[in-house]
DNA sequence: TTCGTTGCAAATGTTTTGCACCTGA
DNA sequence: TCAGGTGCAAAACATTTGCAACGAA
């Protein structure tokens, strides 16, 4: 992997997922950094956050509804996506982790990882 | 919803999906009803599936990589993604079900459903 | 000075859509 | 007949990339 240099578009975007829980799109975080550099272009975004997904500091979430979403919260946690509004929630729930071990036993390649998504409607869409 | 009337592109797009195993993409579809029909166009297989979809009859795999990929089997059962060869797997294992049930325990909306995806290294690229 | 980073714009890949014509019921 | 389906091409989106200029070490 090579060098990281400082820069401070990559500062803040990691700073603004930091705190932030709603899992925002590339755009929307794009459109918030305009504010404190107004020339910042999608790609440098995009680039940045492709980066930060490969260091481990961030997590991209992707389901069939739009673009990609973006999480600062690295945590292991799962995600629930509201299919009338397509918000995106943090899900606190007892760990589930062993649904890897569940796959891996009739299966003859290696599992690693796992993704879990779930969906219905959220308390403002009910 | 509207009515259906039977077609041809259709219904070769239903009976192919349900023969494969290999959750192919519509581009992949495309290519291979063009040998049937050699003027079908990439819309109507995108509009096919979708209707497809709607009616159940068919499940659109989302992953972070490339296009969607489309299930003829509509049997409960989860996927498996190589990292490497970006082969998507159907994975044998017990139900996991539970862990709607898991998830819906502090979670004040209504979950209707979940896709769990697994990732590794398949047994050829081991 | 060096090499990673950026802005810009063009390109890419995937999916959707408008429209005029075709087809099944 | 007529609403739904199709082919075609253009558009819409999301994301990536080439390149010359910029900036951190």
């Keep these: 992997m090579k060098n990281l ?3 401070r578009q990559r500062e803040s975007i990691k700073s603004f997922l930091a705190k932030r829980t709603d899992h925002p799109t590339a755009d ?7 504010k404190d550099f107004p ?3 999608l790609g440098t975004v995009y680039r940045n956050l492709t980066l930060l997904e ?6 991209k979430i992707t ?3 739009g673009a990609d979403r973006y999480d600062g919260n690295t945590l292991l946690h799962n995600h629930f996506t ?8 943090d899900l606190e729930m007892d760990n589930i982790d062993h649904i890897k ?6 299966f003859s390649g290696l599992i690693e990882g796992y993704v879990a998504n779930f969906y219905g ?6």
């Design 82 to 89: 509201c299919t009338e509004c397509h918000r995106v929630i």
């Design 54 to 59: 490969d260091l481990g500091i961030i997590i």
């Design 39 to 41: 020339n910042i272009s």
């Design 101 to 106: 071990n569940v796959a891996s036993q009739q």
């Design 28 to 34: 929307t975080i794009y459109e918030e950094l305009r």
């Design 5 to 7: 240099k400082y820069s």
């Design 121 to 126: 409607r959220c308390d403002n869409c009910l």
């Design 63 to 65: 389901s069939s509804y």
